[in-house]
């Protein structure tokens, strides 16, 4: 199942396909992740004119440059979407991380994760990121075993301000 996904950049010939993913999320009432997906996609040119930008080097409020792409399926289908920071911060570097990445909630526990993390690792190799941070919730299990499962190696925790722990994972990505 997840041997023909990959990886596109936004586009208007997945609209109709990207409004069922952000649909799902919504009715979810879970957070969205990776951040960008909660962009109201209603302008959807706008959003997509919004993620682009993002790409380039200089960015308001101190944000990092950051390019997005969604997992799609044979059949089109956007299962899921990644977020890829092209540098730390100092708040990307406690809590951020260089990818942020989800799988719309019909879709999880089918690999997709592990499949999506395992992409975007080949797309930060093409921006020349050779040690990667991957972080996640602790009471997210399943992410913490997808990051491990992809090379992850445990790093300290860092505790946020609300008391929310966030494990941090280094990945080589430069041996790949």
């Known amino acids: 199942m997840t041997e023909?996904?990959?990886l596109v950049q936004?586009?208007?010939?997945?609209r109709d396909e990207y409004l069922k993913f952000y649909q799902e999320w919504i009715d979810s009432?879970?957070?969205?992740?990776?951040?960008?997906?909660?962009q109201d996609p209603s302008d959807f040119?706008?959003?997509?004119?919004?993620l682009t930008n993002n790409e380039k080097d200089e960015q308001p409020d101190q944000r990092v440059p950051d390019s997005t792409f969604w997992l799609i399926t044979e059949d089109r289908k956007v299962v899921g979407a990644v977020n890829i920071?092209?540098?730390l911060n100092e708040?990307?570097?406690n809590c951020g991380g260089h990818i942020g990445y989800g799988i719309r909630p019909s879709e999880r526990r089918k690999g997709y994760a592990a499949k999506l993390l395992a992409l975007s690792l080949e797309k930060t190799r093409a921006l020349g990121i050779d040690k990667v941070l991957v972080?996640?919730?602790?009471?997210?299990i399943a992410s913490a075993r997808t990051i491990l499962k992809n090379g992850g190696r445990p790093d300290t925790k860092f505790v946020e301000e609300d008391g929310n722990v966030v494990l941090r994972f280094w990945i080589?990505?430069?041996t790949r």
């Open 91 to 93: 708040r990307l570097l």
């Open 85 to 87: 920071r092209h540098r």
């Open 45 to 50: 040119q706008g959003m997509l004119h919004f």
């Open 29 to 38: 009432g879970e957070n969205m992740v990776p951040w960008v997906i909660s």
């Open 4 to 6: 023909n996904v990959r």
């Open 10 to 14: 936004p586009s208007m010939e997945l």
């Open 135 to 140: 972080v996640c919730d602790e009471w997210n």
């Open 172 to 174: 080589d990505n430069g």
